[in-house]
């Protein structure tokens, strides 16, 4: 793989972009920066199909790229781009649009906003808290027999939910719990929450355990709900309308999202890029996913991406999404430094 034959590559998945038409040698040759004849680039161009590269879907026809083509293209040819400083402007307007206060509608508005702006499907992922433990635990009261479960992690994570009990609790119920919490659950990772040690805690209650289990319970109930990665998709209608994409595998993915939580993992670093035919849980054939994680301080809070068919402009889509994953970033690390602070000065 000399220079030439990268640079022919290149051109072939751009024009192909382009047009989705396949690409002949004579249209590659014409292009001001392919200082060869027709006859090299078509020579070039076989290899290139030898190697896996390209592919010709008719024997008559030009070429178009393969998923090995388009990963070539991606790791070593592609060019970087930062988006001009009047995008960025019109992309920090449309998160303000949408009103975007917390971090369920940041989220939300960066992914109605990425799927907007590159006409795919766009989806958001939190990062299941494997290594996370419970930092707080507060229990509110809100009604008659009315309780909220509020349940902080060391990651930043935020849960509530509330809890009917048979009884009204007394202050000294509430201060005996306060206690418990601080003895049995800070630290504790929510990982180890399983139905065993949920019995031994609620053991652990001991005269308090009719009044008080329904709490454990809940909290318990919260951390399993940790675990489990939440899923925001927008612009789905967007696959809908793309002619290279099968109607049935879209349906599939509309009613299985769940298989999206092993591709968007956050084991990885920066761009990543996944090719349906790379992996066996990706339901919509022909499609391509690009995800980045976004980073609440300097932990991995979540991961922001697009779904569409292969034939993608990948150079245009990448720097919207690195825009939006470190502008979620940024965001979200400023909301964790304010609660912070006022937990330090409460």
């Known amino acids: 793989m000399n220079d030439r034959k990268l640079k022919i590559l290149a051109a072939v998945i751009d024009e192909y972009v382009l047009t989705g038409e396949p690409v002949g040698s004579k249209t590659i040759a014409a292009l001001p920066d392919i200082n060869v004849s ?3 680039v078509r020579n070039d ?11 010709q879907p008719h024997t008559s026809a030009g070429r178009i790229p393969t998923f090995s083509g388009y990963r070539l293209y991606i790791d070593r040819i592609m060019q970087h781009n930062q988006l001009p400083e009047e995008e960025v402007r019109r992309l920090d307007n449309m998160l303000e649009e949408k009103g975007a206060l917390t971090e369920e509608l940041i989220i939300e508005s960066a992914t109605t906003a990425l799927a907007e702006l590159t006409q795919c499907a766009a989806v958001a992922s939190n990062s299941a808290p494997k290594f996370s433990v419970i930092s707080k635990v507060e229990v509110i009261p809100t009604g008659k027999r009315l309780y909220v479960i509020l349940l902080i992690t060391s990651n930043g994570s935020i849960k509530n939910k509330a809890c009917r009990l048979e009884f009204d609790l007394t202050n000294e119920q509430l201060e005996f719990f306060t206690n ?23 053991e652990a209650l001991g005269t308090y355990m009719l009044t008080l289990s329904p709490l454990v319970q809940g909290i318990c109930e919260l951390s399993r709900d940790l675990l ?4 925001t998709v927008s612009g789905t209608k967007n696959l809908l309308s793309c002619s290279e994409l099968n109607t049935m595998d879209i349906v599939k993915f509309m009613d299985h999202h769940e298989e999206l939580e ?13 090719f349906s035919e790379e992996s066996d849980g990706f ?30 402009d990948y150079a245009k889509i990448i720097p919207y999404i690195e825009y939006f994953t470190q502008k ?12 912070g602070k006022e937990d330090d000065n409460g």
């Open 38 to 40: 027709a006859a090299t």
């Open 45 to 55: 161009m076989a290899v290139l199909e030898q190697l896996g590269y390209l592919e």
């Open 180 to 202: 418990y919490v601080q003895e049995n659950l800070m630290g504790v990772s929510v990982s180890d929450l399983s139905d065993e040690m949920l019995s031994k805690l609620i």
């Open 228 to 231: 489990h990665k939440e899923l």
């Open 262 to 274: 092993q591709l968007m993992n956050d084991s990885f670093s920066g761009i990543h890029v996944v």
């Open 283 to 312: 339901v919509i054939g022909n499609s391509s996913m690009i995800v980045s994680n976004y980073q609440r301080g300097d932990k991995t809070a979540g991961s922001l991406g697009v779904i569409g068919p292969m034939r993608l």
């Open 328 to 339: 979620i970033s940024d965001l979200i690390s400023e909301d964790a430094e304010a609660d």
